[in-house]
């Protein structure tokens, strides 16, 4: 049973008592003159915002758009994109360019705007011109663009600062002002409380959207399929392709490659590989995700022939190995005790100049550790510092670990002294490591 979720109060087109300030804080304040960060647009502002640019601002140019009122294309989004990315920075958008740019938009363009902005780091840029529509009184001629596909392009971008609350309010004011809610609309708040780390969150709002009336969408049950993933519950999970089939809703290689994931990440391999095999059944072909979550199944499973196996079909049929790739590959070797392959394996990966992250490096070095390689687990660690991957409370665990056990304890507290000058975090299997290191410097060992 999903909970009913307890939506923000929303005060029409402005904010609630906090504001937006848990996110950028570029909300919609009033303001006189043209100074500041050119963020907000309302109070005396609003009222003069469609008239002649009078020169405000410096380094002001007219532009003249190519395109005519009423000319929805992807020419007009582009060209209007590229006015808004040419305005000084600092200063509030050229309301005269405004006003001729959005008369060659409709909504559905409008959303494609929104979005090509934030995509081209201008995501403040997308939220002072949205923030502007919605505070336009009714009867304004522009104020039509905010509807369900602008509103709902405004919500998913919220995933970008995380400002979930900002999010919920959106959808709010969709409510209060009887703009639709759709399936996409819903589906981006989930993924937003996804991004935020309020699973349950996600799963309220998938309850509001069928009390609402809404029918799933694959990427609502994809999404869903996360959710559960990320709270262990990989048998509810497996339950949503049932869901899938009532609704008369196909299954995509996305939908096989998180259900995959969220039987891995509750250690039901074997579950994984019956995805998998389903997926193979159904038509789908593998990609690199797919490929990646295989691996981490056989891995689980204790089975580096089989991951080999994988990496060796991934080479045959020229699918891309990414970091994620070669990081499973040298866990499967860590797991498995093979330090030399995972050596190996990690030449190839800079051969292919794949960039390793912190996981490849923390792998390594604990397979190197395992092979009591104390001086390979240094080399591998020198060479991760040169490229500028900050190593973690895993990774020093893990050079600890490869001193202790080749019998370094001095290079060990070395290593133990770095760590706490770069304010590196602390746990307890790193204490544990250290009091092994201890207790050999002095002659005997805990049972």
């Known amino acids: 049973m999903v909970a009913k979720p307890n939506w923000p109060a929303s005060g ?13 804080g570029r909300g919609m304040h009033t303001r006189q003159g043209s100074g500041g960060s050119g963020s907000g647009m309302l109070g005396g502002q609003q009222q003069q915002f469609f008239g002649n640019s009078g020169g405000r601002g410096r380094g002001r140019r007219n532009i003249v758009f190519n395109t005519k009122p009423g000319d929805f294309s992807d020419a007009a989004v582009e060209e209007f994109a590229w006015a808004v990315r040419r305005s000084p920075a600092g200063e509030a958008l050229d309301r005269q360019m405004l006003s001729d740019g959005l008369l060659n938009l409709d909504s559905r363009g409008l959303a494609a705007l929104l979005k090509e902005l934030a995509r081209g780091r201008h995501g403040f840029r997308a939220r002072e011109l949205f923030d502007f529509l919605r505070a336009l009184p009714p009867d304004h001629q522009l104020s039509q663009l905010c509807d369900v596909f602008t509103y709902t392009a405004m919500v998913s971008l919220c995933v970008d600062q995380q400002e979930l609350s900002r999010a919920f309010e959106l959808v709010s004011e969709m409510r209060q002002r009887n703009v639709e809610r759709n399936v996409h609309t819903y589906t981006a708040l989930m993924n937003v409380a996804i991004k935020c780390g309020q699973l349950q969150k996600a799963l309220e709002v998938y309850g509001e959207l069928l009390r609402e009336g809404c029918s799933p969408n694959v990427v609502t049950y994809n999404t869903l399929i996360d959710v559960h993933g990320k709270t262990g519950q990989w048998a509810e999970a497996l339950k949503v392709i049932d869901a899938m089939n009532a609704n008369n809703t196909k299954p995509v290689t996305r939908t096989y490659n998180t259900l995959m994931i969220a039987c891995n990440t509750s250690g039901q391999w074997q579950k994984a590989l019956d995805v998998y095999s389903e997926m193979v059944r159904m038509g789908h072909a593998p990609n ?40 499973a590959l040298i866990s499967a070797c860590e797991k498995a005790g093979q330090w030399q392959l995972a050596l190996n394996l990690f030449a190839e990966m800079l051969q292919e100049r794949c960039v390793p992250n912190v996981i490849t490096y923390n792998s390594l070095i604990t397979a190197c550790a395992q092979g009591a390689q104390w001086g390979k687990a240094a080399e591998v660690f020198e060479q991760m510092q040169n490229s500028g991957c900050k190593p973690d409370v895993v990774t020093y665990t893990a050079l600890v670990s490869a001193y202790e056990r080749g019998g370094q304890w001095m290079k060990a507290l070395e290593a133990f002294q770095k760590m706490q000058e770069q304010r590196c975090n602390t746990d307890a299997i790193l204490y544990n490591t250290l009091l092994d290191v201890l207790w050999d410097t002095g002659g005997g060992r805990r049972s």
Not at 13 to 23: A, L, P, V
Not at 293 to 321: D, N
Request: a positive charge.
């Open 12 to 24: 029409g087109g402005g904010r609630g008592s906090n504001g937006y300030s848990s996110g950028s």
């Open 288 to 327: 690199t995700t797919t490929y990646n979550a295989l691996i981490s199944a056989h891995s689980k499973a204790g089975r580096l022939e089989k991951v080999m196996e994988v990496y060796q079909e991934m080479l045959r049929t020229g699918c891309e190995r990414s970091v994620i790739t070669y990081s």
